[in-house]
Structure formats: C-alpha cells, structure tokens
C-alpha cells in the first residue's frame, strides 16, 4: 500500500489531495498559502492531510507538485541578472529580437517593447565560430572566453547563459564556455542552448536559454527548500514537478531546466480532467477553471490535451512544450463597472483578487464582483467551506445596486447581466480552443472545476451546446489531483531541415531512435522503470517556404508502415483543418523531437453507494434564486450524502467543501458511480 499527495501552489489556497494507490481512496485539504515561503504552507497542508489520512509522511512515496514559482518570477520581473555570452557579430540579438507586434496598426505607436531578459550591457561575444553543418570554421579562443567572462563576473550577473550561432548541430565550443563559466563564477547556474533547446532558429534558442537562466536560480533555491523541508518532516519520497506539457519531471531536472515549468500551475487541471474523463468513460473533453481572477480552457480530444510549441507567460514567448491553455480574465473576483464612455455594462478584467475581494467576502472589498453578483441572484448560499465561511448578502446587494442604479434597471436585472457577461467571456476563450482550430464544441462535454468552475459551467454549456456540463469530484482541488495522477515526462528535440522528397522513412527512424534512447536514459535515471518507459514522436512539418510548422505526433511503427506518404497525408488533413486550404508547394520536415513517457498511474477513482435516484438524503432545504427572468424556487443539497444514480432537478445548488454547482432550470443532474455530476437538459 503506497500513497501519492498531489500539492498546487495557488495565489490563495494550497490544495493538497493525497491518494492511496491499491483502493483509490483519497483525502483533500486546503490551507492558507504563504507566499513569502510557500513550503510553509505546504508543510501545514501535509501535516493536516496525513493526520486526516491516518499516516505517517515517511508512507507517501510520492510527492507531484504543481507551481507557479517559475512563472511569477517572470510576471514580476524578479529573475536572476543574467549573463549572455554569444557568437561575435551577434551581440544585439536579444535587442532585434522578431519583428511581429500584438495588435493592431495601432500597436506599432503604443505597444512598449518588453525589456529583454539579458541586458545589453550584460551580453558578451566570444571568437569561433561552427557552420551550420556543424563543422568548425573558427577555434574558439579560449583567452577571449575567459576576459568575456571576467566582464560579467565583475557585473555581478547571478546566472550565464551560452548560446552561440549552430550549436545546435555541435554544442562542442558551448560546452567548452559552459566550463571555463562554471570555474570562473561557480555559484552562478550555467544554461547551454543546445542543451536547453538544439533547434535552429537562433532568436528562439536564445530567449528560451536566457529564460530558463533567469529562473534557475530562484526554482533552484525553492527546491531546495522544499526538499529541506520535506526532509525534516520525515517525507522521503520522491519529489517531482509538473511540467508545462502536463508530464512530471524529477526536481533535480525541473532545477537545470526550468523553462519546462513556467506554465506548470495551469497545466495540473487538464491532468485532472483527464483521470476524471477515464474513469466516468468521457473521453472529448473542454475544460473549463474557473479561479478567483482568470479563466483557463484546454481541449482534451480522446483523452489526449492538445498541446502546442511555445509557452507563453506575460509578454514573453519561448519554445518549449506546453499544453494548449488559454486564459480570459473572468473569475470570481472580476469587477463590474459602466465606462462614462460607453455607458455599457463590463466585467473584468480588473479583479478584487483574494485581497479585499469581492464585497460579499467582507474583507474590505467594495467594487461588485462576479461573487457578489451569484450571491446576489442566490446562486452561492450564505454559508460556504461547510459552514465556516459566511457570506455578506446584504453587502453584496448594495454593491450591486450600484451597478443597477448607473444602468437605471432592477437589481436582479444587473446581477443576471453581470453573469451573462462573464459568461460569455468565457464562452469566447472556449471557441479559441474548439472552433477556432477546426472541432466541433458540440462533440465535446464541458468539465467545469477550481473554486467557481461548477457554478458557471451549466451556463456556458448551454452557449457552447456541449453537453454533458460535469462537475466533477472535489472540483476545486482538481489541479492538485491532476498532480498526482499524471505521468513522468521528457523530450528532445533536433532540427532536421530537409524537404521531404529528399528524406526516406529509414531516414527519420535512424534520428528518432537515438533520441528515443536519450529520452529513455532520462527517465531511467530518474527512477523510473525501464519496462514502463514507452516512447513517441513529433515530427514538425511545413510547406516549404511556409515561416511556421504543424506538429504531427506518430511512432516508429506508423513510420515503417505508413512511410513518408502517411506523413505528409496526416499534414495536409491538419493543415485543411486548421487554415481550410492546402498547398501544391513540396513539403518540409522541419524538427524532431522524441518523448518518452512513464506509465500512467493505475488509480482507481473509487466508487460512491448506489441510490435509488431520489436525491432526497442529500436535501438540506429550500431556496428561492432569480433564474429565466423570475424568482423561483429550488433546493439546496449536500454532496457528501449524493448517491449513484441520484436525478437533480434543476434549479438546484449542490454544496461541497470546496465549490458550489449550480443546475438551472430546464435541466438535471445525475450522479455517476464515481461521483461526478452530468448535467444535461432536461
């Protein structure tokens, strides 16, 4: 008997879910984050979740942590001084940078360019140069190496990082420079571009080893800590992180190579989605995390998220993996105001945040908010948290009477729009994933999660068509599930760069199987058993002279039986799909990567007593909520005491722990074997 703790690191809450691997059972926990020291807030939710469970923490063998450490460096501009060393005649090569400008004409007027990450004056170039068949042209010059080194050093950079034109192909000279660095400025973590990223395109690799430079050490010293930590508490299982592309990772690679984990927070509500969809046998799934200041959706399509080349965090872009989650600032907390502009009603994407919060909270907060407008409507009961947590209905009426007052309509008339709007931010960030690349939203269910997730999801369902609207098991702690369900991961890439005329399957196989083994290497490393290591492939394709590329995921057996022609079949069919055209241009295979996977958990969701269909042992009382323009009346349940097979009439509102759904009128809820909640009209 072993047992598994999934821990995310949320702005507000810590949530821990800790799962026992024979039966499938589990304990949650949420607890106070701590963000001057968040392994404080971790250690608070691991003693309370192991009294809770009965244990000792020297029984969890595995410790899954999703964090948004690496991701808050870059958003407040607190990463590492970092040290660039590049090919000479390439210094300015952060300052060009690309030329493509977000937004309209205007953009090119208004749009303030973001500072890069390594500064001019902390960017050096070194003599000797490699050709971009990866044969040297120029030695390197190894007494040049160490002054352009002494310059940084007597700058103070904290962190290095080498990129230097073709490493890609021959990373010889980089590794060189990597260890005169390491002898001159020891304390200072080292980044190599053909370690970090060995593809072309030498902008990309740049910032994405200067990105991952820059939180190296800051990842490096929370680690650590948590590992320290971990260590005094008894835990001496294994501590991995989850990766942006929704994999694990072993904290010591997540230490070198954090630029995988910028977008590691996100990222653990997709893995929970898709052992939720597993078990309740849905396997086309949007999700929907509905948080305190944002919105995240992602598109699972036969239990396998889409994922995408680059990680996006803020203003910065980098190439890395990362599932495809795109985010709209509509939560809970998003204020309602009129513009004296336009006199139209908005909502977001300015946020109360946790700190006052929405009025309703009684913290201090005065501006309406999404909370306040659901309580206003009766959508969220006065009591939340199981009954620790009281809301101020009274308050939350007179801020949004303010609202009603500046539109000169009903109170219940502007708390409705103020939903109706949020909504509807929402259903536009779903049609990003779904209609915008090609699927049909109708063909998918809608899994709402996070702390507001199931309160919205039976709405934006309705606008999207997509049904069932699920609410599944401790929803708002979904992120911290996904930790622990999910898989340890790793990848590599090269750049190939040939037309496909001109390349054979045996070709590409040859490249592929020894990345294959690369892969795999890693994972055994970091303990994974060998006979649980499977591998895949991506291969980039592109027409030729086309400034962008369609991965294609396949395997060594679809090589060999397919060949090329099947290769570049599955291109065009996804290239019609997303851009509605093809070409007659020749094609091109840009980049290879190969990934290796451990098995996914064998963790049985665990199955709740069968009822009779009649919700009735889980009624609490009736409640009156403003639905279809009207007062009507409806019932409140207690999701601990549902059944298999209970039906909910809508309207209703099922309260747990850590959310709240709501079922409206014209629709029902049924509660599977594992306790989800499928929503679907009536």
């Known amino acids: 008997m072993g047992y598994r703790l999934g821990v995310d690191v949320g702005g507000t809450f810590t949530d821990l ?53 690496a991701t808050n460096a870059v958003l407040e501009g607190k990463g590492a001084k970092v040290g660039l060393v590049t090919t000479e005649g390439y210094r300015h090569i952060m300052q060009i940078a690309r030329s493509f400008v977000p937004g309209g004409l205007a953009g ?41 080194l002494g310059l940084l050093k007597a700058a103070g950079v904290e962190a290095v990082t080498v990129s230097l034109i073709n490493a890609y192909v021959n990373g010889a000279h980089e590794a060189r420079i990597g260890a005169i660095a390491r002898e001159i400025m020891p304390d200072a973590p080292v980044s190599l571009s053909h370690e970090v990223l060995p593809e072309m395109q030498e902008y990309e690799r740049t ?44 904290a010591h690679k997540a230490e070198t190579q954090p630029v995988n984990i910028l977008m590691s927070g996100p990222a653990g509500g997709v893995t929970g989605a898709i052992w939720v969809g597993r078990n309740a046998g849905i396997r086309n799934i949007m999700t929907l995390d509905v948080g305190g200041t944002s919105t995240d959706v992602a598109l699972i399509e036969n239990l396998e998220p889409r994922r995408q080349r680059t990680t996006e965090v803020g203003h910065l872009s980098v190439r890395a993996s990362a599932l495809d989650v795109k985010t709209v600032g509509a939560g809970g907390g ?13 909502v977001g994407p300015q946020s109360a945040g946790a700190v006052p919060g929405p009025v309703a909270y009684a913290k201090g907060g005065t501006a309406p908010t999404v909370t306040d407008a659901n309580v206003v409507l009766g959508y969220l009961p006065e009591n939340l948290l199981g009954g620790t947590f009281r809301l101020d209905r009274a308050g939350a009426r007179a801020a949004v009477q303010t609202i009603a007052d500046r539109l000169g309509i009903g109170l219940m008339e502007a708390a409705r729009g103020i939903i109706d709007i949020v909504n509807e931010n929402m259903f536009g960030a779903l049609r990003m994933i779904s209609v915008q690349q090609g699927y049909d939203p109708r063909d998918f269910a809608l899994m709402g999660f996070g702390g507001a997730g199931p309160l919205h ?3 934006v369902a309705r606008l999207m068509g997509s049904w069932p609207a699920i609410s599944p098991v401790s929803p708002g702690v979904l992120c911290a599930l996904g930790d622990a369900t999910t898989r340890m991961r790793t990848e590599t890439a090269r750049s190939f760069s040939r037309l496909a005329a001109q390349t ?10 020894e990345m294959a083994a690369q892969t795999r290497a890693e994972l055994i490393a970091d303990g994974v058993p060998e006979a649980e290591v499977s591998s895949l492939f991506e291969v980039d394709v592109r027409y030729a002279g086309q400034a962008f590329e369609v991965p294609l995921t396949i395997t060594a057996d679809d090589l060999r039986r397919d060949g090329m022609g099947g290769i570049l079949a599955r291109f065009d069919a996804e290239h019609l799909r997303l851009f509605t055209f093809n070409m007659e241009t020749p094609h091109e295979i840009v980049n290879l990567r190969a990934v290796a996977q451990g098995q996914v958990p064998d963790l049985p969701a665990p199955q709740i007593a069968r009822g009779d269909g009649n919700p009735r042992a889980a009624f609490m009382r009736e409640h009156v909520m403003w639905m279809d323009g009207r007062e009507q009346t409806g019932a409140i349940y207690d999701r601990a005491r549902l059944r298999a097979g209970d039906v909910i009439q809508g309207p209703a509102i099922v309260c747990e722990m850590d959310s709240t759904t709501l079922i409206e009128t014209g629709c029902v809820g049924t509660v599977d074997a594992c306790g989800n909640i499928l929503i679907t009209l009536a």
């Open 334 to 346: 998003s204020i309602a105001y009129v513009p004296d502009l336009t006199g139209a009603l908005r």
């Open 504 to 513: 054979s399957a045996e070709d590409l196989i040859a490249v592929l199987d």
């Open 17 to 69: 879910l800790l799962l026992e691997t024979g039966t499938g059972a589990f304990w949650r926990h949420k607890t106070p984050s701590t963000p001057h020291d968040s392994s404080v807030g971790i250690l608070n939710g691991v003693t309370a979740i192991c009294a809770a469970a009965g244990i000792a923490p020297d029984a969890i063998a595995y410790f899954l942590h999703g964090t948004t450490v």
């Open 457 to 459: 999801v039976n709405a």
């Open 207 to 250: 910032l994405t080893t200067v990105a991952n430079a820059a939180v190296r050490p800051i990842v490096g010293k929370y680690v650590a800590n948590l590992r320290t930590r971990l260590a005094e508490a008894g835990m001496a299982g294994n501590l991995s992180l989850l990766r942006s592309d929704g994999g694990l990772m072993s």
């Open 108 to 148: 090119w007027i208004i749009w303030p360019k973001p500072q890069p990450l390594a500064a001019l004056e902390h960017t050096v170039t070194v003599k000797g140069r490699i050709g971009a068949d990866g044969r040297e042209v120029r030695p390197l010059d190894e007494d040049d190496v160490r002054t352009q």
